[in-house]
């Protein structure tokens, strides 16, 4: 990817409307049951989790978004410092650069800010099927990093005039980079979420850990559109394509993944109901970029804090000490999310939404 276009993403996405318009995450057809009665005090609740081997002190990661770029440095530093702060997960933009022009590595140099936390690297599927697997692996260890996020993104290179326009490949290269990597490739989307039938087919490639990455948050195709120019006020139907992030988490959850959902995860009470519906953590891109234009470090990091304790207090209020407890909590569901669960269900053998119970 040239550095001119990850810098126009960067701006665009700190200033623009870059969200799906009509379509949402139909996380507002989740709705939690409130305990008048709670058990608990605040202190009790642990929001502690773990990803890719490692503890983490609440469910979250900090999605992919930079790198390459010198504007990248302080931008993933700063993260990588709240990630060890925080004691959440910090998943780093492309490393496409790395492998394009043998950049060097400086932008995703973190592990010395973020010691004991999980950092994924990053690469597109169309770039690790023309790459050689040591070379993959490279992006992974020169970097310290525990593990390598491959994104899919189809209906992003489909509205790019330069994008990909071939998308074979995909399961050999998968299937090659778990047996090199085993328990280390996590597969993303970019926006558009992930299918039962896509999350059964990266189970047999070996794949262990998924993030849906849905709609309903940041639009990449709008972002390309707009890149390309497009009147702000225009919208193509490409814009607005993608699977609904709750509708798949419950989707996949049932297969057993370490499983991340992000995709439109704004606050405390969208990460408890993605937790509810069977993810493990939930993941945002979009709002800590947003955060770190307004205040920096800072502004990242007070955002996140807050998203924590809103988990915190939902998990009061639902009557759930730990997240256990909260993944048992039974929530309605409703409206276009229960017609999709009906609509769908009787395809599959293992139901969707059976979520793992703990
Ligand atoms: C500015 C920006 C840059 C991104 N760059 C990458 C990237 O390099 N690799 C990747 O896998 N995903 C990338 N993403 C996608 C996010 O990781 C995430 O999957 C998607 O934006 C949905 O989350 P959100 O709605 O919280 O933004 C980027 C997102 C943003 C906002």
């Known amino acids: 990817m040239s550095q001119s276009r990850k810098l126009d993403h960067l701006k665009i996405c700190a200033g623009m409307d870059v969200e799906f318009q009509e379509k949402t995450t139909l996380l507002e057809d989740v709705h939690l049951v409130h305990d008048a009665l709670a058990d608990i005090s605040l202190k009790e609740v642990s929001t502690?989790?773990?990803?890719?081997?490692?503890?983490?002190?609440a469910p979250l990661l900090i999605c992919a978004i930079s790198g390459g770029v010198q504007e990248a440095e302080k931008l993933n530093g700063d993260l990588a410092r709240v990630a060890q702060k925080l004691g959440i997960g910090f998943c780093l933009g492309s490393q496409r650069p790395m492998l394009d022009r043998g950049a060097p590595i400086g932008s995703y140099e973190v592990?010395?800010?973020?010691?004991?936390?999980?950092?994924?690297?990053?690469?597109?599927?169309?770039?690790?099927s023309a790459a050689d697997p040591a070379e993959i692996e490279r992006?992974?260890?020169?970097?310290?990093?525990?593990?390598?996020?491959?994104?899919?993104?189809?209906?992003?290179?489909?509205?790019?005039?330069?994008?990909d326009r071939q998308f074979r490949r995909g399961f050999e290269t998968l299937k090659r980079l778990t047996r090199r990597m085993p328990g280390k490739?996590?597969?993303?989307?970019?926006?558009?979420?992930?299918?039962?039938?896509?999350?059964?087919?990266?189970?047999?490639?070996?794949?262990?850990?998924?993030?849906?990455a849905g709609a309903g948050g940041t639009s990449w195709t709008r972002v390309e559109h707009l890149r390309r120019g497009m009147d702000p006020s225009r919208r193509t139907w490409l814009?607005?394509?993608?699977?609904?992030?709750?509708?798949?988490?419950?989707?996949?959850s049932p297969l057993g993944f370490e499983l991340v959902a992000s995709g439109g995860v704004r606050s405390g009470v969208d990460v408890a109901k993605c937790l509810l519906l069977g993810a493990d953590l939930a993941g945002m891109a979009l709002p800590v970029l947003r955060a770190h234009a307004a205040g920096g470090y800072d502004g990242a990091l007070s955002f996140l804090a807050r998203v924590i304790d809103e988990l915190k207090s939902v998990m009061i209020l639902v009557g759930a000490k730990n997240l256990t407890a909260l993944r048992n909590h039974d929530p309605v569901i409703t409206g276009r999310l229960r017609q999709w669960i009906r609509s769908r269900d009787s395809r599959f053998r293992r139901p969707i939404g059976s979520r793992k119970r703990q």
């Open 111 to 128: 592990r010395r800010h973020a010691p004991d936390v999980p950092i994924l690297g990053n690469i597109g599927i169309q770039q690790a």
């Open 185 to 212: 490739i996590m597969v993303k989307e970019t926006g558009c979420g992930i299918s039962r039938s896509v999350a059964e087919r990266l189970k047999k490639a070996g794949v262990r850990t998924v993030d849906v």
């Open 139 to 163: 992006l992974v260890t020169s970097i310290q990093a525990d593990g390598l996020a491959v994104h899919l993104n189809p209906a992003m290179e489909l509205s790019q005039t330069e994008g």
């Open 48 to 57: 502690a989790a773990a990803f890719m081997g490692r503890p983490l002190k």
């Open 239 to 252: 814009d607005e394509w993608g699977i609904p992030t709750a509708a798949s988490i419950v989707e996949v």
